[in-house]
């Protein structure tokens, strides 16, 4: 089966058994860029579920970098890393009750432990050596890019200018098929975790609007986690994390749109009956799941989808940041990330 046929075979099921198809009509994101999006998760996890795992001291000596100077930098990395996964585990159970394994951290409190009992993927290896080496991460992660005493504003630019550099690499090493689907991946991620592309394109929204004040609300929908109640058709809570990083942007007209309270609970009610969709098409009966049937796939046919219909990187552009845009994004960053105190790392 291709990822077409799966595609296909995805709308076939939803039209003849999802009961609450005319909830999700007319929505912002509509339900042909929930299929994409489902499908594009699949070969996401796909990657993630399957790739050959090694310890963290074994992929320093695959790359040469197996001496003490690095071996403490990624111990470090490692720490900063799980410290937010698990204030992120203790979220999911203190919201919904529920404990996600795969967040919660082993017991490695020595040196060496960490570095032989963390079994992680090379991508997994490529997010830690990001952490190191690319400084805006940790500053979006830790709220400093908040502060202008904290973060200059030549600072900010310089920042951003690397990432963004790093973007461009990515993007222009895209030479095989595997390139496209390993790099759409790490891209796919950073921009998940950081948003450092979606918050520049609501600062230009905002730009066009005069700046105006902008809540936790507006951008909701955009980023961060949204908990989602149950409904006739589908009773069960959910905490949803919003990535769908290639349709979100769909979302950015709204954020400043002078709407009325029934306007917004109506488009809030058509997006969460989306996201029960995905749910619903994940939990329904024992079918095997989207990512053991993309695992099936060939790689060409993964990159195939990818550049055809979940081609991520048109969002990505070079930036040109003002006093009043970078202003304004320190704003932004504000709402995205809970304030919470850093981890002490010695």
Known sequence: ????????????????????????????????????????????????????????????????????????????????????????????????????????????????????????????????????????????????????????????????????????????????????????ELYFTLEWKYNVDLVYRIVLEAEKKGFPEISKDQVRWLCGTVQIPGSPWYPYNAGVECRMIMHRHKYLPYVFSLETEDEIADRDAKNAALYHLKSFIATFNSRKSITELVHTTDMSDRAEFIRNRYWIWKHHEKKEWTPERIKYARTVYSYIYQDVAPPKIK
Request: hydrophobic letters at 35%.
């Open 1 to 184: 089966m291709t990822l077409e046929e799966l595609r296909e075979n995805l709308v076939d099921f939803i039209e003849m058994e999802c009961p609450f198809l005319d909830e999700i009509k007319d929505c912002v994101v509509s339900l042909d860029d929930m299929i994409d999006h489902i499908i594009y998760e699949g070969i996401k996890y796909a990657y993630d579920d399957y790739a050959e795992k090694k310890s963290i001291r074994q992929h320093l000596k695959d790359n040469n970098m197996d001496d003490d100077s690095e071996r403490r930098k990624f111990s470090r990395a490692l720490q900063y890393a799980q410290y937010y996964r698990d204030l992120q585990f203790d979220q999911v159970i203190r919201e919904n009750h529920i404990a996600v394994d795969e967040l919660h951290g082993k017991d490695m409190t020595e040196f060496d432990t960490r570095m032989e009992g963390h079994e992680i993927s090379a991508m997994n290896f490529v997010e830690l050596c990001n952490m190191r080496d690319i400084p805006l991460l940790n500053k979006i992660i830790g709220k400093q890019i908040q502060s202008s005493k904290k973060v200059s504003n030549p600072t900010f630019i310089a920042l951003m200018d690397q990432y963004d550099a790093y973007i461009d690499k990515l993007e222009s090493g895209m030479d095989t098929d595997e390139a496209v689907v390993y790099n759409t």
